[in-house]
């Protein structure tokens, strides 16, 4: 079945850093992905659409220029979250055609 | 918009008690519509799906019927395991949006 990866699994920076993290849909191309956010014990928040080729559309809330994302190609899209905070540590999730990756723990010290 | 619904939890149930966890949605024309499961420390994973009205997904025990008329995909397993015990996302996929309930955390009992 389709697979969707992400990189890293798990970071820990220091507060004030910028960090990366990629989304890969490995046997499949997608024009649009997905991003997510999930705070312990709570639900997926949907943050943002990521489409290829043109801006990424941020739901209602959700900082652009805090968590930028960018759709480099059919199969990757990355979101950097720039000068982390603690509160913005959290669990991200990418997904692409209805599928996930393993998401991401962020750490911020 | 659309939105899910599902019932508050967390639900504990014995070990081979019957499950049911209550899902509705609010959406304009037929979603499909999900099953994802998460366990501690975990991914999400998918645990059944229909895209149409009148459809029955099933897993690993678990069943669910997407019912237009009252527009519900409520979950349900005759007889659970301590294994089942995992939090359980009701979710409709629009144009590959997914879309999540707030989720239901589930405690089984030996």
């Known amino acids: 079945g389709a697979v969707v990866s992400q990189h890293p699994s798990w970071v820990i920076c220091k507060s004030g850093t910028s960090v990366k993290i990629e989304c890969r849909s490995l046997?499949?191309?997608?024009?649009?992905m997905f991003w997510y956010r999930q705070f312990p014990k709570q639900s997926l928040m949907l943050m943002a659409t990521?489409?290829?080729?043109?801006?990424?559309?941020?739901e209602q809330g959700v900082e652009k220029d805090k968590f930028l994302i960018n759709h480099a190609s059919l199969t990757l899209s990355t979101l950097t979250v720039t000068s982390a905070h603690p509160e913005d540590s959290s669990f991200y999730i990418c997904?692409?055609?209805?599928?996930f990756g393993p998401g991401t723990r962020l750490l911020v010290l | 918009g659309d939105s899910v619904t599902q019932m508050e939890g967390p639900v504990t149930l014995s070990e081979e008690a019957f499950l049911t966890i209550n899902c509705t949605y609010t959406a304009t024309g037929y979603p499909s519509l999900f099953w994802y499961v998460q366990y501690p420390g975990e991914g999400l994973q998918l645990l059944l799906k229909a895209t149409k009205a009148d459809d029955k997904g099933s897993n690993k025990g678990f069943e669910a019927t997407y019912r237009k008329e009252t527009t519900s995909f409520h979950l349900e397993k005759g007889s659970v395991q301590v294994s089942d015990s995992a939090v359980y996302f009701c979710a409709l996929n629009r144009d590959d949006k997914i879309i999540f309930g707030k989720g239901t955390r589930l405690h089984i009992l030996p």
């Open positions: 046997d499949f191309q997608a024009t649009t």
């Open positions: 990521s489409n290829e080729g043109s801006k990424a559309t941020y």
């Open positions: 997904s692409a055609r209805g599928y």
